[in-house]
């Protein structure tokens, strides 16, 4: 802590940020971040590194669309028109507080999830035992968060807070399960991650296996490391590429996550800024190399 605010100006943007951020310019900001996390000045006139380039998506490349793809409410009736709603977990009910949720209609089993941000969830299993006080303490102080403050990720700005009641699928959140990540640009895959493990928790429960389109295993890694085992093409990959190129073209870089359940397809999530843009390579080489296939919109002044 002293170190930190041995650097006045730096001090000030986190205070400002925490008690009123909407004073703070985001570009302010997010150089500020850029440099205490990737310990580099942050290059927004010629940026060349992936991760000067999603920052500089942050700030520039404002669709309305993406505000629609990061809600968890919203995207199922996006991606249901674009490929099938039989590739989209059910919901049960939407709500804008805690306190309208009728427990009575919902089956035994069933997942409560903020639609606008990362991790703010909680899982019933059996409803008889169900302990809803500490459900509300995890979702009402998730839903007066704005999470865009956070990190200034643009398209979490304007999604209107709510809760959904989603289908429970006991195969995920377990130390087996598996998702794929697929990185896409310009409604190209160039990136398909096999996570495996227990998402949102200590980085020694999680890895990564990355691997290109064709299924050649690509040599980097970013905070989770990869198991080193021989990992099969599942053989639902082809038709996940395929709806992965689909849901993303015409748009400069998203990741399209996915399960695969009983032999079935089921969409998970869009993510516009892994890890919040601030990704450390392992080697750094492949933050240029990502980067170069990351083709910005309409030059900006910046």
Avoid at 127 to 136: G, L, M, P, Y
């Amino acid at each position: 802590m002293k170190e930190f605010f041995k650097n006045p100006k730096r001090a000030l943007i986190y205070f400002m940020n925490y008690r009123c951020p909407s004073l703070l310019p985001d570009k302010v900001f997010i150089c500020q971040q850029y440099k205490d996390i990737m310990g580099e000045e942050l290059n927004l006139k010629n940026p060349t590194k992936f991760t000067e380039k999603l920052q500089w998506m942050k700030l520039y490349a404002h669709n309305p669309l993406y505000t629609q793809m990061v809600d968890k409410y919203e995207v199922k009736d996006f991606v249901a028109n674009r490929i099938g709603k039989e590739y989209v977990l059910p919901i049960y009910g939407v709500w804008d507080s805690f306190d309208q949720i009728d427990f009575d209609k919902l089956p035994n089993q069933f997942v409560l999830k903020c639609n606008h941000d990362s991790g703010s969830y909680v899982v019933c299993t059996d409803k008889a035992t169900f302990d809803k006080e500490k459900a509300r303490q995890v979702l009402e102080p998730a839903l007066k968060k704005n999470f865009f403050w956070m990190f200034r990720e643009w398209p979490y700005k304007n999604v209107k807070r709510r809760i959904i009641a989603e289908q429970y699928e006991p195969s995920l959140g377990k130390k087996e399960s598996v998702e794929y990540k697929l990185t896409c640009f310009d409604g190209e895959v160039k990136v398909i991650t096999v996570c495996s493990g227990i998402p949102h928790q200590a980085v020694e429960l999680r890895n990564n296996d990355n691997f290109s389109k064709d299924w050649k295993r690509q040599n980097w890694y970013a905070v989770y490391k990869p198991t080193g085992k021989d990992i099969k093409k599942p053989a639902e990959m082809d038709d996940i590429v395929r709806f992965s190129e689909e849901l993303s073209k015409g748009i400069p870089q998203v990741r399209i996550d996915w399960y695969v359940i009983d032999g079935k397809i089921y969409f998970g999530e869009f993510t516009f800024f892994t890890w919040s843009g601030y990704i450390h390579f392992e080697p750094k080489e492949w933050n240029l190399t990502m980067g170069e296939w990351l083709k910005l919109p309409e030059e900006k002044k910046v």
